[in-house]
């Protein structure tokens, strides 16, 4: 119903910079919540930030806040995350998700996206 396609990880320096992308696709009328987690290795899901479709102010999780901007282009039907300041912790496969409305638990998203990798080496 509705598909999610991540691009734009990679490898940087601590210190540098990324910026994520996420193109949504089809029935998403009902998806109105958009959010971003990261899993590491040896670690659970954990959430990053979330936004709406419809309007509103992102949220993110403390351990990225300042450092980290979540936005969306509702024309384009993407959501961006633009990291910054990375650090070696950041590294994990970063994931979109999808959901009813904006959340920080990952059980209440709908759909996921494949998932794209960011290495951040010190």
């Known amino acids: 119903q509705v598909q999610l396609v991540e691009s734009g990880g990679g490898l940087v320096q601590a210190g540098g910079s990324l910026r994520l992308s996420c193109a949504a696709s089809?029935?998403?009328?009902?998806?109105?919540?958009m959010g971003w987690f990261r899993q590491a290795p040896g670690k659970e899901r954990e959430f990053v930030a979330t936004i709406s479709w419809r309007g509103g102010s992102p949220y993110y999780a403390d351990s990225v806040k300042g450092r980290f901007t979540m936005s969306r282009d509702n024309a384009k039907n993407t959501v961006y995350l633009q990291m910054n300041s990375l650090k070696p912790e950041d590294t994990a496969v970063y994931y979109c998700a999808a959901g009813l409305r904006i959340a920080q638990t990952a059980g209440l998203y709908d759909y996921w996206g494949q998932g794209t990798q960011v290495t951040v080496s010190s």
């Open positions: 089809g029935r998403t009328f009902s998806s109105n919540g």
